[in-house]
C-alpha cells in the first residue's frame, strides 16, 4: 500500500490511519533488525477510543487496546510533533501513550484516573480481570505496576481453585482499586489478598505505626479500617472505620496524615 | 493472617463466619483434634489449598476481644449450627456490623495456626 500523505482526523471523521511505506513485518518484543527505522501503522476508533497497530493488511494484526475517552484530542496534540518526521517507531507510540496520559491526568486528576477503568470496563465485558491484569502490566502509571499484576494474577489463581472455578476474583473490584492507586500514586504498595466474595482487599502496613486495611466491594464501594497508635497513650490504639467510595477514601481516611504510606 | 479470613460472603448474604468446634472432634488434645478435623474435612471433598492454614481461636478470648475492640462492646456469640451440616459445625454471630473492626479483633484473638 503506497500512500505518501498521511491524512489526520477531523470532527466527521470516524476512523484515522496513517499508513507509512516500507513497513517490514516484526514482532513487538524484537527491536529493529537493522539501521532502517520500522514505521508503525494505527487504527483509531474514535467512537470508542480503541487504538489498534497493524504491521500490514497481510501481516499478523498485533492489538493494543488502550481505552482512552479523549483519544481525540490526545491525537490531533500529538500528529503536528510527527508530522513531517521519518518515521514513527513503536517507542515512539509507548512514550507518546505514557505522555498523553500524564497531560490527561495533569488536566483532570481523579477523574481522568477513573475515566480509564471506566472505558476498560465499558470496553471488555466478561474478560475485564484480563484486560485490567494488561492495563497493570502496560499502561497503570506507578512504577509497581508488573508486581501488582502478578499478584492479582496468583490471587485469582487461588480463589479459582478454592472454589473449583465457581468463583474469581472481581473484576469490578480491581477497576475500582486500580483507580484509587491511579488518583493516588504517592501511596505505597498495598499488600493484596482476596476476600470472601472475590474482592480485593489492600493493606498497607507501617512498621509500628498503624495498619490500613481496605476492601473494595464489586459494587463499587469500599469499607476501610485504620489502626494506629495513639500517641497520648503508647499501649492504646486508635480505631478509624467506615464505608464510603474510591474517590472520597483518601480524604475522608485523612491517608495525608500517614506518612507511612506514602512512598519516600 | 489478615481480616478477609473472618468476612462474611455477600454474594449468599451470609449470616455467621463457619467454624469448626474442635472440642466435639475425637481426639485427646489440639493436635490429635485438628488431625480429626482434617481427616473429616477430606470426606467432604471441599478444595483445600495446599497453603491454608486453620486459625485456632479460643472462644471466650475471641469473645473478649470483640467486647473490647468493638464500639458498641458487644458480646459475639459462637453456636453449634448442625442443620444440615456435621455436628462439628458452628458459627461466629453477630460480626456484620461494624464488620472490618470485628474482623481485625477475631485475628487478634488468633492463638495458633495449624496446617490444612
Known amino acids: 500500500m503506497a500512500e505518501t500523505n498521511p491524512r489526520f482526523a477531523t470532527e466527521d471523521d470516524d476512523s484515522f490511519f496513517m499508513p507509512m511505506p516500507s513497513w517490514r513485518p516484526r514482532s513487538v518484543s524484537q527491536k529493529p533488525q537493522s539501521a532502517a527505522p520500522h514505521r508503525a501503522r494505527f487504527v483509531v476508533d474514535l467512537s470508542s477510543g480503541v487504538l489498534t497497530m497493524v504491521e500490514e493488511p497481510e501481516a499478523l494484526e498485533l492489538e493494543i487496546e488502550h481505552a482512552y475517552p479523549a483519544m481525540t484530542s490526545i491525537l490531533k496534540a500529538y500528529l503536528p510533533e510527527t508530522h513531517g518526521a521519518e518515521y514513527l517507531t513503536v517507542d515512539d507510540i509507548a512514550s507518546w501513550e505514557r505522555a498523553s496520559y500524564e497531560q490527561r491526568r495533569f488536566a483532570a486528576s481523579q477523574v481522568a484516573a477513573f475515566s480509564n477503568t471506566e472505558a476498560l470496563r465499558e470496553k471488555s465485558g466478561p474478560d475485564l480481570l484480563k484486560h485490567l491484569s494488561r492495563y497493570l502490566r502496560s499502561i497503570f502509571r506507578p512504577a509497581y505496576g508488573l508486581a501488582l499484576a502478578d499478584r492479582v494474577e496468583a490471587l485469582s489463581r487461588m480463589v479459582l481453585e478454592e472454589a473449583g472455578g465457581e468463583l474469581n476474583l472481581s473484576g469490578e473490584s480491581l477497576e475500582n482499586l486500580i483507580a484509587f492507586l491511579e488518583a493516588n500514586t504517592k501511596l505505597s504498595r498495598p499488600s493484596l489478598v482476596a476476600g470472601p466474595s472475590g474482592e480485593l482487599i489492600a493493606i498497607w502496613k507501617g512498621a509500628k505505626q498503624g495498619e490500613f486495611t481496605v476492601r473494595f466491594m464489586p459494587d463499587g464501594t469500599v469499607r476501610y479500617l485504620l489502626t494506629k497508635t495513639n500517641r497520648k497513650h503508647p499501649k492504646g490504639v486508635s480505631r478509624v472505620s467506615g464505608d464510603t467510595t474510591p474517590d472520597k477514601l483518601f480524604d475522608e481516611a485523612r491517608l495525608s496524615e500517614l506518612r507511612w504510606m506514602v512512598n519516600q | 493472617m489478615t481480616l478477609a479470613a473472618f468476612l462474611l460472603r455477600q454474594e449468599i448474604a451470609e449470616t455467621y463466619l463457619s467454624v469448626n468446634w474442635l472440642e466435639s472432634l475425637p481426639g485427646a488434645d489440639q493436635t490429635s483434634r485438628l488431625a480429626s ?80
Open chain 2, 37 to 116: 478435623l482434617r481427616v473429616e474435612i477430606a470426606k467432604t471433598g471441599y478444595g483445600i489449598a495446599k497453603t491454608a492454614k486453620y486459625a485456632v481461636l479460643h472462644v471466650g478470648t475471641a469473645r473478649k476481644t470483640v467486647h473490647e475492640q468493638a464500639s458498641d462492646q458487644r458480646w459475639i456469640r459462637v453456636a453449634q449450627e448442625t442443620v444440615g451440616f456435621p455436628r462439628y459445625h458452628a458459627g461466629i454471630h453477630d460480626t456484620a456490623t461494624e464488620e472490618m473492626v470485628i474482623a481485625q479483633a477475631l485475628v487478634d484473638s488468633v492463638g495458633a495456626l495449624a496446617p490444612a
